[in-house]
């Protein structure tokens, strides 16, 4: 045997040798690890599952989950959900690493979102250093053998949480709530346990109204989570009566924004029969507690003072009710069944859910666009340098195509040529041509670069200093791939410090029963390509998005700054406004309007003098200014048009006013912004076509309602980051709208602006100056 081929036998024996030593190290290794894994999971015990409030949450919304684990020795472990996405991809949430150094139970909590009604569920409790899956428990619909319960309602179906059984309300119960019919608009579940409360605001985010009768007991941190839970859109209903000093002594009062001084004696509660809408009479003596608000609004009161108030706190609002539901008088009460419902209430819808079906069902044709979040969300969908073609235009393509290939392609084989075999030539000729015109239109009208637009949406309450923020992403693909995306946000102030934090970011969905939205069945997806959320939701790994295709994602965050804005504006009951008021942004705002009472006050621009138009940042700056007019908000919102029409023959003439109906297909983000920040005002469904549902926290018109005032503007600042695979996206193209919830003085007097004798002041304006972002009337 040669040199060479002993060389070569021998390093072949090699090679076989070190891969079976490679494979037996592997197979212990596995085999260690699966014991590991074995033995962590026999140490581990799971008695207890809970998914959202009593087995209900909302899709799209983030959904609490409570784990209550017994372990007999120290263990890190991540507590995962898998849902479906809009688009049917599995995707998963883990929560933070919970280190159990201590045996005995312990209770781990987490947060989830789910994208389609009926999605099956997950619940993993992972090896939190090696991601081994220790105990997995699953839920699906009409399956019989679920581990605990899951049910997604639809985001317009009210959905209450009380503490405590609160007579006049039913809760459903978990046991049967698989029989329970689920097309009911409203649902109320019972939190027996204290313990069972989310632990931070996102948790409550499922919720329309949280109802607190007489327990105050909450722990700190849980009180927190809610105290930021309505600081930021939220609804709390307190019911305190006798229970006085116990709600003193309480978390609760030291931020709800209603002063209680005691105890007093209610005999005449007419005023809340009236506002419960019954016949019926409160026969007795309450006793109630002796509150003061210095802001909001009074539902009902007694002889002593109000008994039923609704403040604002922060964006949100606390329903404050001086009595007791479920003492006597209260408790034997035939209307408590019309009050407790109503304290629970947020808002009025101006149609319910199960009329706007109605509704919509008999329409001939669909729009698929029946939410102002829906037309919001295609708004940016519109990527620059893409112009793709309209379904009109691919539709006569295509029988464009039909008719060359067909008819066409015949004449000219039979009556031209008068040679049908020809067609063999022909037929292949035009498809070939067919493809290859294609394939290059396509490469040309889809592009072949990464496009993004970037939305940012930022609320500001001017009197505690709360802060909320929406960060609308929408990708472009030019290739199948996966990302890893985060998203990192700062506050809109001037300092040049300013510090970016990380977001709460999720997918985009579409409230709508339409191709990738939210309310359509599980069973009719296809499940997509998995992907992963990192921890806590801080930022998405792998996530798919195919070739010319899009990803919708969504960040929010919250921050606490104060002294961004002063106010001394002064107000009456007539709308009028006056005073002061001085921000301190990064930039000047512009395109400003500002709501107070049923008026809406707009800057009068000229195009070239437009920084005269701006509200200056750092400055003094009034509203009584020369250049700012003040009308109608609901004429202002509906581009409303007033016509004289003369009688022949008589004196009198007839007003006749006509509101520009409301498009839901235009596209531009201020109007869309502008119409879901007044929904209510402007006439809610009943102008715009378009129910705001899933937007209701975004709709600050009960802020206006309660005495603030809004102010809407633009910004030129970019706020948010956005980074892929750990490269920045380019932030030109950014746009930022502020609105601010701004305190108002009440006053007494009433402004009356006196004609003015000068003929200079009956002069017409000059034509070019005219209302900002808004038509003359």
Known sequence: MSQPEYKLMKSSLFFRFSTLL??????????????????????????????????????????????????????????????????????????????????????LYSEFQTGLLDSPLKVRLRDAQTQTILKEFSYAPQSKQNQFTGIGLKQSVELWAMVGAVAGLEPVSSESLADHDQNLDQYTALIEDQASLPESPYGYDTLDTLIVDADFSSGTQKNEAIRKWVANGGHLVLCVGADVEDYQQSEYASWVPVKTLGTTTVRDLSSLELY????????????????????????????NGPVLVRVPYGLGIVTFLALDLNTSPLLNWDGLKNLSPKLATRAKQSIASSQQNAVLGKRISQTGISELETQLFHSQQNFPGIERPSHWWVMALILGYLLVIGPLDYFLVHRILKKPHFTWFTFPAMVLIAIAWGGFTALNDNGSALHSTQLNVVDYDASAGQMRGRFYLNLYSPE??????????????????????????????????????????????????????????????????????????????????????????????????SGTLTH???????????????????PITNPEQLDESYIPASQAWSINGSRIESRNIKGYLTRSVSRRIEQKGQNNATIVTVQTDYNPFAKDPYEILKILTFHEMSGGYGYTGLSNFSGEELDLTEQLRLGRA????????????????????????????????????????????????????????????????????
């Open 480 to 577: 199948t791939r996966r990302y890893q995306v985060s998203v990192k946000s700062s506050v809109p102030s001037q300092s040049k410090d300013q510090p970016y934090f990380s977001t709460h970011l999720s997918w985009n969905g579409l409230p709508e029963t339409t191709f990738a939205g939210m309310y359509r069945s599980a069973e009719g997806t296809i499940t997509g390509p998995a992907y992963r959320f990192s921890e806590q939701s801080r930022g998405v790994e792998n996530l798919p998005v195919l070739k010319w295709g899009t990803k919708s994602l969504l960040a929010e965050w919250t921050q606490e700054q104060s002294d961004l804005v002063t106010s001394k504006l002064t107000g009456n009951n007539l709308g009028q406004l």
């Open 710 to 777: 809004i102010l809407f503007a633009r910004l030129d600042t970019p706020l948010s980051v956005a980074e892929l695979d750990q490269n920045q996206l380019d932030q030109k193209h950014q746009n930022t709208y502020m609105r601010v919830v701004i305190p108002v003085s009440i006053s007494t007097d009433i402004q009356y602006e006196l004609p003015s004798l000068d003929k200079k002041d009956k002069e017409t304006k000059d034509q070019q100056d005219t209302p900002s972002r808004s038509d003359n009337e």
């Open 584 to 602: 301190h942004f990064s930039s000047p705002l512009k395109d400003w309007v500002l709501a107070y009472g049923n008026r809406v006050y707009l």
């Open 276 to 303: 419960a809408a019954v016949r019926s009479r409160i026969r007795g003596v309450a006793t109630a507690s002796q509150i003061e608000i210095s802001t909001g609004e009074i539902l009902a009161t007694g002889l």
């Open 22 to 107: 490679v494979l037996l190290v592997s197979a212990l290794l596995n085999d260690s690890l699966s014991f590991a894994a074995d033995q962590k999971t026999d140490s581990l015990e799971i008695t207890n599952i809970q998914v959202g409030f009593d087995g209900l949450y909302k899709v799209g919304r983030w959904v609490p989950v409570y784990l209550e684990l017994t372990t007999d020795s120290p263990v890190a472990v991540q507590l995962t959900v898998i849902a479906r996405s809009p688009d049917g991809n599995p995707t998963e949430v883990p929560s933070q690493v919970f280190s159990l150094k201590t045996p005995g139970t312990h209770r």
